[in-house]
């Protein structure tokens, strides 16, 4: 009965009740229950874990949060301006529930006040009544879809959805690039550009058969100028039905003239550097011609081979049926009389 006294008195001399005595072997017996527990699974919550509440915080942290606040809240701001869509650190920092909250009633609580999305991630499952808390957690992200503003609401990683474009940005956004290219190549190839072909080797050897043309047309789509003599172009021919490329020999009020196998304009001789073989120019059927006002007279450069104005049923071609002028020849195949890349003057 002494011994009993005096371990009474002593507990009582070191602060303990029998009461708390007791709590005391009870906590103790819990704590190894728990380190052997953890030690047979790390991830296993202690009773303690799952069924305290939350502490409050300290007075120390309660005069420190204001200030934390407006910290956030300024740097929260700063990001907002240089990225919009990028989440402030309330919505980004784990949501803590109230006494006796779920987890999942805390996040909802939170989504619904604050208009945000709830975090995709939830750890009731870890409680032990993962159906219930799964239930809640599913309601609050229903609620916060349904109250949360234009280009808010819960998606994939608690990350902010943009605003859905609509009509015509939603179509230039997908198409545009579509657009843009067919323009550019209607203006480069109807409006500046003429791409021909040419099968035919009356042209030889200054452009060979088979041969990719590629002319300036601007000026004969916006206008009806008058080719100086000399120049190589492409033009529309009535009476074959096609486009012909030949070099312009007569002016509009010229009169073209052969005699000896040359070429004489208003009687005198035409110097022709750009022939294969001088000399050899003849017209069989009429040995001189007067042009028009308004239209040309046309030779091809290959004058043995070149079906042109000296045989043609009408003989010139009015000056508003030139289409381009030839800037560019290109020979690839073989057999030609060249290969390659070559400037027509």
């Given at each position: 009965?002494?011994?009993?006294?005096r371990g009474?008195?002593g507990?009582?001399?070191?602060g303990?009740?029998?009461?708390?005595e007791?709590e005391?072997?009870?906590?103790?017996t819990r704590?190894a229950?728990?380190?052997?527990?953890?030690?047979r699974?790390?991830w296993?919550?202690?009773?303690?874990?799952k069924?305290?509440?939350?502490?409050a915080?300290?007075?120390?942290e309660?005069?420190?949060e204001?200030?934390e606040?407006?910290v956030?809240?300024?740097?929260?701001?700063?990001r907002?301006?240089w990225?919009?869509?990028?989440?402030?650190?309330?919505?980004?920092?784990?949501?803590?529930p109230?006494?006796g909250?779920?987890?999942?009633?805390?996040?909802?609580?939170?989504s619904?006040?604050?208009?945000?999305?709830a975090?995709?991630?939830?750890?009731?499952?870890m409680?032990g009544?993962?159906?219930?808390?799964s239930a809640?957690y599913?309601?609050?992200?229903?609620?916060?879809?349904a109250?949360?503003?234009p280009?808010?609401g819960?998606?994939?990683?608690?990350a902010?959805v943009?605003k859905?474009?609509s009509g015509?940005?939603?179509f230039w956004s997908?198409f545009?690039?579509?657009?843009?290219?067919a323009v550019?190549v209607?203006?480069?190839?109807?409006?500046?550009?003429?791409l021909s072909w040419?099968p035919s080797?009356?042209?030889?050897?200054?452009?060979?058969?088979k041969t990719?043309?590629?002319?300036?047309?601007?000026?004969?789509?916006?206008?009806?100028?008058?080719?100086?003599?000399?120049n190589?172009?492409?033009?529309?021919?009535d009476?074959?039905?096609k486009?012909l490329v030949?070099?312009?020999?007569?002016?509009?009020?010229?009169?073209v003239?052969?005699?000896g196998?040359?070429?004489?304009?208003?009687?005198?001789?035409?110097?022709e550097?750009?022939?294969?073989q001088q000399?050899g120019?003849?017209?069989?059927?009429?040995s001189s011609?007067?042009v028009?006002?308004?239209?040309?007279?046309?030779l091809?450069?290959?004058?043995?081979?070149?079906?042109?104005a000296r045989?043609?049923?009408?003989?010139?071609?009015?000056?508003?049926?030139v289409?381009?002028?030839?800037?560019?020849a290109?020979?690839l195949?073989?057999?030609?009389?060249?290969?390659g890349?070559r400037?027509i003057?």
């Open positions: 009965m002494e011994e009993r006294k009474y008195q507990r009582r001399l070191a303990a009740t029998p009461r708390q007791r005391r072997r009870g906590s103790r704590q229950e728990d380190k052997a527990r953890r030690e699974d790390p296993e919550m202690t009773p303690e874990e069924v305290s509440p939350v502490e915080t300290s007075a120390e309660a005069q420190a204001p200030r606040q407006s956030r809240q300024v740097e929260d701001k700063a907002r301006e990225d919009p869509w990028e989440m402030t650190s309330e919505e980004t920092a784990p949501i803590t109230g006494d909250e779920s987890v999942s009633v805390g996040r909802r609580a939170a619904v006040a604050g208009g945000k999305a975090p995709a991630a939830d750890f009731d499952s409680s009544s993962a159906d219930g808390a809640d599913a309601a609050g992200a229903v609620d916060s879809d109250m949360a503003g280009g808010e819960s998606g994939s990683g608690g902010a943009k859905k474009k015509f940005a939603a997908d545009g690039y579509l657009i843009v290219t550019v209607v203006l480069v190839f109807r409006v500046l550009l003429q040419v080797g009356s042209m030889e050897t200054t452009i060979p058969k990719l043309l590629i002319s300036w047309q601007l000026p004969y789509v916006m206008g009806d100028p008058v080719p100086e003599r000399g190589i172009v492409t033009f529309w021919s009476e074959l039905d486009l030949k070099r312009v020999i007569g002016l509009p009020g010229d009169t003239s052969f005699s196998g040359y070429v004489y304009i208003n009687g005198q001789r035409l110097e550097e750009y022939l294969d000399g120019t003849i017209s069989p059927d009429q011609f007067t028009p006002e308004g239209c040309l007279f046309f091809g450069d290959n004058r043995s081979g070149s079906n042109d045989y043609w049923e009408e003989s010139y071609i009015p000056v508003g049926n289409k381009a002028r030839v800037l560019l290109i020979s195949t073989g057999g030609s009389s060249w290969q890349v400037a003057g």
